[in-house]
């Protein structure tokens, strides 16, 4: 089994600042990608940013030149810095982990992040 486990979630104000992080333990033979997800109340769950095993990098549009995906191959650990943040990227924030060979998916609780004055 792998287990995920986010960090960094909180309360800030708009323009303001977060950096989520999400360790991965557990059976992990081999990563095929890492990645965040966010789900917003009423709202289906989004694809924020992904960090593949050869490091390429994709973000939603919404995110792109305020947020950055980076990883800690050592800690197997994933981070999301967050910039500049708008109260619409308020949401519940999920990590997420594609195993290779078998294509797995594997998810965290989330860790919540409320952008508001």
């Known amino acids: 089994q792998v287990q995920l486990v986010e960090s960094g979630g909180g309360l800030v104000q708009p323009g303001g600042s977060l950096r989520l992080a999400c360790a991965a333990s557990?059976?992990?033979?081999?990563?095929?990608?890492m990645g965040w997800y966010r789900q917003a109340p009423g709202k289906q769950r989004d694809m924020v940013a992904l960090?593949?095993?050869?490091?390429?990098?994709n973000y939603a549009d919404s995110v792109k030149g305020r947020f950055t995906i980076s990883r800690d191959d050592a800690k197997n650990t994933v981070y999301l810095q967050m910039n500049s943040l708008k109260p619409e990227d308020t949401a519940v924030y999920y990590c997420?982990?594609?195993?290779?060979?078998?294509?797995?998916?594997?998810w965290g609780k989330g860790t919540l992040v409320t952008v508001s004055s």
């Open positions: 997420n982990l594609v195993a290779y060979p078998t294509g797995m998916n594997y």
């Open positions: 557990g059976s992990i033979s081999s990563i095929n990608a």
């Open positions: 960090i593949t095993i050869l490091g390429s990098t």
